[in-house]
Nanobody
Framework: QVHLVESGGGLVQAGGSLRLSCAAS????????MGWFRQAPGKEREFVAS????????YYANSVKGRFTISRDNAKNTAYLQMNSLKPEDTAVYYC????????????????WGQGTQVTVSS
């Protein structure tokens, strides 16, 4: 079992930045791929970014490529999502998730989920 807790969400103006953190506890964090997903009201949960257990491989949704950066610190059992040049359309609840592979971009391939953190970008 892996327990995930997100933090770092908030209200920011368009063009601003936020850094989300995902603290993990439980089974070996470093053996899991980590992902960030988001869900806006009335929409399905969508893939944002993921990172392999070694941090060697990262994947991004086209909508955030070049603006968001995913990283992890296995010594601290924490994953991060640095979000720059935020847009109003980035407004959503952001979830971190852990799974056996970072390659697959669908929620069903991730076994463990955090409770989510709200990100609101004002225009």
């Amino acid at each position: 079992q892996v327990h995930l807790v997100e933090s770092g969400g908030g209200l920011v103006q368009a063009g601003g930045s936020l850094r989300l953190s995902c603290a993990a506890s439980g089974r070996t964090f470093s053996s899991y791929g980590m992902g960030w997903f988001r869900q806006a009201p009335g929409k399905e949960r969508e893939f944002v970014a993921s990172i392999s257990w070694s941090a060697r491989d990262t994947y991004y949704a086209n909508s955030v490529k070049g603006r968001f950066t995913i990283s992890r610190d296995n010594a601290k059992n924490t994953a991060y999502l640095q979000m720059n040049s935020l847009k109003p359309e980035d407004t959503a609840v952001y979830y971190c998730a852990a799974g056996p592979s970072a390659y697959y971009r669908e929620p069903r391939f991730f076994n463990y989920w955090g409770q989510g953190t709200q990100v609101t970008v004002s225009s």
